[in-house]
T-cell receptor, first 114, second 115 residues
Framework: KAGVTQTPRYLIKTRGQQVTLSCSPI?????VSWYQQTPGQGLQFLFE???????NKGNFPGRFSGRQFSNSRSEMNVSTLELGDSALYLC?????????????FGPGTRLTVL | AQSVAQPEDQVNVAEGNPLTVKCTYS??????LFWYVQYPNRGLQFLLK??????LVKGSYGFEAEFNKSQTSFHLKKPSALVSDSALYFC?????????????FGAGTRLTVKP
């Protein structure tokens, strides 16, 4: 089975722009979660989608949004980019939303905001 | 809310020696515990998880972890370290109490195995 894929792998944007990141989960997985990883804050949960519905959200401003499509692919959007948004954005998928189900991560999208 | 702590930022061991990466957790209900490893410029790779049952869990690449309920710990271990084990290790917990619980990660421990 193919793993979780994320596109693009690298992005460079300037302050004030907006960006959309894409994630394709493992085939058959219906849950997609997004995380932000920075050296200072570590891994922080952004949100989780299951069957096209957001089921959980972390403590991030409204500039961060996401959606999930009927094929379980997910996109994350960040509007009005700030320098502090520079980070590795990781997507993870799991088959169900049972607490014991394992999440599998993609390689990440490295976003640099100048 | 659930939380997890990795008390050591850095662990250094010599190749061939045993290694331990420490993790402690706090939850309201049953803990579901996970270990992941991250190599440079890569995502997180799943190593192992504890759900219930035997306190010693075996995972990928010869790693194992011991669940200790009284000490609320879930330390990662390997009997004989390899240089290729050098990476960033994350402990994570999901709380079995309540609904829609997200997974919380520790700050990570950088393991360096020297030849």
């Amino acid at each position: 089975k193919a793993g979780v894929t994320q596109t693009p792998r690298y992005l460079i944007k300037t302050r004030g722009q907006q960006v959309t990141l894409s994630c394709s989960p493992i085939s058959g997985h219906r849950s997609v979660s997004w995380y932000q990883q920075t050296p200072g804050q570590g891994l922080q949960f952004l949100f989780e989608y299951f069957s096209e519905t957001q089921r959980n959200k972390g403590n991030f401003p409204g500039r961060f949004s996401g959606r999930q499509f009927s094929n379980s692919r997910s996109e994350m959007n960040v509007s009005t980019l700030e320098l502090g948004d520079s980070a590795l954005y990781l997507c993870a998928s799991r088959g169900t939303v049972v607490e014991t189900d394992t999440q599998y991560f993609g390689p990440g999208t490295r976003l640099t905001v100048l | 809310a659930q939380s997890v702590a990795q008390p050591e930022d850095q662990v250094n061991v010599a190749e061939g020696n045993p290694l331990t990466v420490k993790c402690t957790y706090s939850v309201s209900g049953n803990p579901y515990l996970f270990w992941y490893v991250q190599y440079p410029n890569r995502g997180l790779q799943f190593l192992l998880k504890y759900i219930t049952g035997d306190n010693l869990v075996k995972g990928s690449y010869g790693f194992e972890a011991e669940f200790n309920k009284s000490q609320t710990s879930f330390h990662l271990k390997k009997p004989s370290a390899l240089v290729s084990d050098s990476a960033l290790y994350f402990c994570a917990v999901r709380d079995g109490y309540g609904n829609n619980n997200d997974m919380r990660f520790g700050a990570g421990t950088r393991l360096t195995v020297k030849p």
